[in-house]
């Protein structure tokens, strides 16, 4: 999880681009996992909370559960944005987050929609400002995150 991946220039797009949407988390955070759910419906089965299954993404939506969950996932880009210099301080926290998400079900090919997600949520709230360079250096960082959380997918090797 290199640092040296992303140009001084991408983040700086980066930064100016997330202060532009960290101010209201929750709303956009909404965007993002609206925009996942009409990707792939399949996912919504995943989130669940004391056992209780939710009927449509408006239900898991409105969820206060769920809504920690939007804080918690718009706190993990946050950290990602504010460690850009050195990315590989986050790199064993991305890993135990991969295994987590491994543990409830989740496929890595999804990280994929995730990453769709992420972008139209950014785009949506940065309008003409969400350019192609500012869509590049986004999609450079969440592969690097992405790459981090893929390693919690990884098994151990024989005898460990």
């Not at 809504?67 to 996932?73: A, C, F, G, N, Y």
């Not at 890595?108 to 590049?136: I, N």
């Amino acid at each position: 999880m290199a640092s040296g991946m992303l140009s001084g220039a991408q983040r700086a797009l980066i930064r100016e681009s997330w202060r532009r949407v960290s101010g209201s988390p929750v709303q956009h955070g909404l965007v993002l996992f609206s925009r996942l759910f009409d990707l792939d419906p399949d996912l919504l089965p995943l989130f669940q909370y004391n056992c209780k299954q939710f009927a449509s993404p408006q239900e898991c939506l409105s969820a206060p559960e769920f809504l920690d969950h939007v804080r918690k996932v718009m706190l993990v880009i946050d950290a990602a944005v504010s460690h850009l210099e050195n990315l590989p301080c986050l790199e064993e926290y991305l890993c135990n987050l991969g295994k987590k998400h491994q543990a409830i079900g989740v496929k890595v090919e999804s990280f994929s929609t995730v990453g769709e997600s992420l972008l139209y949520m950014l785009e949506k709230c940065l309008g003409a400002a969400f350019s192609p360079d500012v869509r590049e250096a986004w999609t450079k960082l969440y592969g690097a995150v992405v790459k981090a959380m893929r390693r919690g997918w990884e098994p151990l090797p024989e005898g460990d």
